[in-house]
């Protein structure tokens, strides 16, 4: 019993990292940017926040440095895709690896690696603030793309950009903006998961959650909603494994850190068998992936 | 707004001494970007300049350790490319390659067959390894449509959490301390078939041109080239898409595999825990640059390897750590895609009215 409520207690922060990350992806992909620079935006996050923590010693401030450096780096992103056209998977990746070296790099020089800070305190039922945050980010993030005219156009640009320009709705500059919003989005995840989880820098910390993000954002097909409810699974069975190991379940250590990912990979198995079977499918913005070229023959 | 000053055309056509000259200059700058970054450092140019291109290609012991470091190289280039080629997006060649590397060491490990075959059976079984480590994204992309992006990277993560279970428990070397398996016996090791050059670049060499017949020669060749530019209308022309996309991408997780057992029976002569980091940036960066080209993949897989082995020194000499290496591959990756775009288009000033 006491089990269980550990376990549901602890879901919560396992869970943040991989919601706030799938939420910025909505944003960007629902732009129709494929995004597969997670991993990379989220480790910029996280070594920000530890680098603005260790600085200034405020939390709230250096989640907002998470986001801000994010978004800086999101830039390169938007301008390798949007402006130069550039293959959007190559972009993805290379930002990856752009990211990967950067916050190594950055993070031996300035000595910020293995240093712990206290961090956020906990609220009511053992949660952080961060936790209680999330929930109103996502009524407004959900809100906005569904609800309001700025959503509208935003789905329209993802949706049939073409059409927009018609409407004469400015494609570059809402996929532009799309990108830098989402990836401040997935760069507070990314400071989350330093600044409030691990209280600490480690290189490479972010180990493939960002890949998972994405996956995520397929299975959940591109509603807010959906991706929260994969979040919480992600979360439940990663709070799952220190819980089994307090209680004294020996499991052979390197097949429990599979885990999650093959976890992903059982849902996105999940989300094709259920899309060639028919019961469900669509949901991809129709022009995900492809870079806008106004009047010209291609 | 730059609309209003600059215009864009779409070039008709664009010779490929230009588009070679784009390519160089987009290279160039990145090169340079990264020298930069390494003053930064605390790596002078002219330092640089001695340990790159003096140490490693006029210093006869470098060079041994750029073509024994280009074997697995080549071969990592020619799996992207082979799997890029029927857009294939395969992220997974660490994964491949680690699975090469655990195939290769299970039949050293199990001491399968005599002396003789030993090492031929470790070639297949790495092949064999790599090959049925990729078999799964591709059947899941043929059969349900899943992203095979996601899909081979899970499967790299899931390899390497298996490696680190294999050398940190049954297969751990009793006598040292370190994760690593038993050393392989001397006729389990590729012989050098010079003083200081191992048969792995006649190897690498060998592999290249076979993927050059299969990619310029062969009717699989011209079936690739098809579903490269459009996979509807190759099916529609009659192109075998689904048995050729598999079948290239088998070979490419078999090369891939393949590319694993070099690093083990060649370089490291057991298996490791780490081996295979770098190589996945790497092999998508050689085919990419090489635009899937296995001639030109092997040209770039050798300034890749010299890439490495400068990173090393650097890393030994200068305290610089070895992810600058990947900071580098990555700037000269943007840096070539960025060219892609003044290859395409021309940007033409207007005058003011």
């Given amino acids: 019993m006491n089990l269980v409520l550990h376990w549901l207690a602890s879901t919560p922060d396992f869970a943040v990292p991989y919601a706030l990350a799938a939420l910025g992806l909505i944003v960007c992909e629902r732009a129709g940017v494929l995004a597969l620079g997670a991993e990379g935006l989220m480790l910029v996050g996280a070594l920000a926040g530890v680098g603005a923590q260790l600085t200034f010693g405020n939390s709230a401030l250096s989640l907002l440095a998470a986001a801000l450096a994010a978004g800086v780096v999101s830039i390169l992103f938007a301008t390798m895709v949007i402006v130069l056209r550039i293959n959007q998977v190559i972009s993805g990746l290379a930002l990856v690896f752009f990211c990967q070296g950067l916050t190594s790099l950055l993070g031996t020089a300035f000595g910020w690696e293995n240093h712990t800070f206290a961090g956020l305190g906990t609220l009511a039922l053992r949660q952080n603030a961060m936790v209680y945050l999330t929930v109103p980010v996502f009524f407004a993030v959900a809100f906005v793309l569904s609800n309001s005219a700025l959503g509208l156009r935003l789905r329209a640009v993802g949706e049939n950009p073409q059409a927009a320009d018609a409407a004469g709705i400015s494609v570059p500059r809402y996929r532009f903006a799309a990108v830098l919003v989402g990836s401040a989005i997935v760069g507070l995840a990314g400071g989350y998961l330093s600044v409030v989880s691990t209280k600490l820098w480690v290189d490479g910390m972010t180990a493939g959650r960002g890949w998972i993000a994405v996956g995520l954002v397929i299975f959940a097909r591109w509603s807010p909603w959906r991706a929260l409810a994969g979040a919480l699974l992600f979360g439940c069975i990663e709070a799952l494994i220190p819980q089994l190991a307090a209680a004294g379940v020996r499991l052979p250590q390197y097949f429990v850190f599979m885990t999650p990912y093959a976890v992903t990979l059982a849902v996105m198995i999940w989300a094709g068998l259920a899309s060639t079977t028919g019961r469900r499918s669509g949901g991809e913005p129709g022009a995900l992936g492809e870079p806008f070229v106004r009047e010209e023959r291609r | ?353």
């Fill in chain 2, 1 to 353: 707004m730059p609309e209003r000053r600059f215009a864009l055309e779409i070039r008709q056509r664009t010779s490929w001494q230009q588009q070679g000259a784009i390519l160089a200059a987009a290279v160039l700058t990145g090169v340079l970007i990264s020298t930069a970054i390494l003053a930064l450092a605390g790596v002078s140019p002219a330092d640089l300049l001695k340990e790159f291109v003096v140490q490693t290609f006029f210093d006869k012991q470098n060079l041994q350790a750029v073509l024994f470091q280009a074997a697995p190289m080549i071969m990592i280039g020619l799996a992207a490319s082979l799997a890029f080629r029927v857009r294939f997006w395969n992220l997974g060649l660490e994964g491949q390659m680690i699975w090469g590397a655990i195939g290769a060491t299970a039949i050293s490990i199990f001491q399968v067959g005599p002396e003789t075959t030993r090492l031929p059976l470790m070639f297949m079984a790495a092949a064999a390894a790599g090959l049925a480590w990729v078999a799964l994204p591709a059947a899941l992309k043929l059969r349900l449509g899943v992203n095979e992006i996601i899909s081979t990277l899970m499967l790299n993560y899931l390899a390497s959490n298996f490696l680190l279970h294999l050398v940190y428990g049954a297969w751990k070397d009793t006598r040292t301390a370190f994760p690593h398996s038993p050393q392989f016996r001397a006729f389990e090791r590729l012989p050098e078939f010079a003083p200081g050059f191992s048969v792995a670049i006649l190897l690498g060499t060998a592999i290249a041109l076979a993927v050059w017949w299969l990619t310029d020669v062969s009717r699989g060749g011209l079936y690739m080239r098809f579903i490269h530019a459009n996979p509807r209308v190759a099916e529609a022309v009659g192109v075998p898409v689904r048995r050729m996309l598999l079948a290239a991408v088998l070979v490419s997780g078999a090369l891939a595999g393949i590319a694993g057992f070099v690093v083990a029976a060649g370089q490291e002569g057991r298996l490791t825990q780490g081996f295979f980091q770098g190589y996945g940036f790497s092999g998508i960066l050689i085919a990419f640059l090489a635009r899937n080209n296995p001639l030109a993949a092997a040209a770039v897989a050798v300034l890749v390897a010299a890439l490495f082995v400068t990173g090393r020194s650097l890393q030994v000499f200068y305290q610089v750590p070895f992810s600058m290496v990947q900071l580098i591959q990555a700037i000269i990756v943007i840096c070539a895609a960025g060219s892609e775009f003044f290859i395409r288009h021309r940007v033409r000033r207007i005058a003011p009215a």
